[in-house]
């Protein structure tokens, strides 16, 4: 099929999840009652979110829109801090919200694919330590019950936590995310540890009230490769880093010896090549390689090459573990409609190599619905199938999107050259 380049096009199955992705702080604004929120305040971070997209007063409208253009399914997070704005206390105006939220998305045929933890925590959260407090995986258990409890019957799709290694990294080795720690591999492991765990006691909870629920957590998984295949070590600091990056995770979800998983969910954004560097940290996990020999690299704003070749190779790397997977996140910063076109047409040609191969793959979420609040990055970063103006906060949808719902409403990637462009 890929020597063809989808010559005669590629028919997707039927039930196949379409969709874009958000998280609750990059699009609802005024998430006061957030570690982020306190720290944007602070002036420790670049940017204020603000009102970001203003989508916690917005949601049917972009709801509508993202039905429009072909989606049946669409992935969100609730906001902790909104929910247990302080310990113990639990407010029924947010779960009011949240519930008003989930039948707005049943009402127009949307899949709720349902986040509990999107990088942000409560206020009071971190300033008991956050995940490194003795009693935050408790604490965490209590709220994921609480939100079971209200929405277990609306829900058949979750992810426990978002990205564990994205989020150590970011708060704990590079510090530009809270709490700001840098250079703490020690306290990483750490976090991701404990990200882990709590993920094994959400899966028990939601199981618990809802049987046929399907639990996971999304896992941040570029396609690692050496930079010189030829060199023994080069080949074992990409090994490393994917041992790191990738593997750690999927064993600390174990559980009595199996994965406390049923599905595998697969945010990819870009491949690494590695190259072997003997000192510092780059001792464990190499450092990212540019040499010419590559040939031409695409780039998008954020410095994540274009590679949708390593999305089939993840897709297959996941299948290995014999579940069935879901593409939570994929999307590329920029405001070339040229490039993000390119972008989405690869990757959905991977998609479809994947289930040509018998990959059990269940649905693409595109990340993400509108331009939004991209964390430390601002709204500098433009992921949105729709762009958004943040003065007038009106959503334009680019030619992505338009591609994109073709593919959802025929279920067939037409042949390659004959791109969608128009609504």
Known sequence: MAGQEFAEGFRFPPGFLWGAATAAHQVEGDNRASDWWAAEES???????????????????????????????????????????????????????????????????????????????????????????????????????????????QIRWWITVNEPTVLAKHGWVTGDWPPFVRGRWDLAFRVIHRLCTAHRRAYRCIHARVPDALVSFAHS????????????????????????????????????????????????YTRSIVRWRPRGRALLFGVDCHEPH?????????????????????????????????????????????????????HLEALARALGEGVELRGYLHWSLMDNFEWAKGTTARFGLAATDFATLERRPRPAMRLLAEVARTGRLAPTGSEVTSA
């Open 43 to 153: 002036g420790r971070l670049p940017h204020r979110s603000g009102r970001a997209c203003d989508h916690l007063r917005r949601y049917e409208a972009d709801f509508d829109l993202a039905r429009a253009f072909g989606h049946n399914a669409h992935r969100l997070s609730l906001e902790w801090s909104r929910l247990e704005p302080e310990p113990g206390v639990r407010d029924e105006a947010a779960f009011g919200h949240y519930e008003r939220v989930l039948e707005a998305l049943r009402a127009r045929g949307l899949e709720p694919v349902v986040t509990l933890h999107h990088f942000t925590a409560p206020r009071w959260f971190a300033e008991r330590g956050g995940w490194l407090a003795a009693d935050a995986l408790d604490r965490f258990a209590a709220h994921v019950d609480a939100v079971v409890e209200r929405f277990g019957s």
């Open 221 to 268: 998984i570029p396609w690692i490769e050496p930079c010189d295949p030829s060199r023994t070590l080069d080949r074992l600091a990409a090994r490393l880093r994917t041992i790191f990056l990738v593997d750690w995770c999927f064993d600390r979800v174990r559980e009595s010896g199996r994965r406390l998983l049923d599905y595998v969910a697969v945010n990819y």
């Open 294 to 346: 590559h040939g031409p690299r695409l780039f998008d704003d954020l410095d994540q090459e274009l590679w949708p070749e390593g999305l089939l190779q993840v897709l297959r790397r996941c299948a290995r573990l014999g579940l069935p997977v879901l593409v939570t996140e994929n999307g590329i910063a920029t405001t070339d409609d040229g490039l993000r076109l390119a972008h989405l047409r690869g």
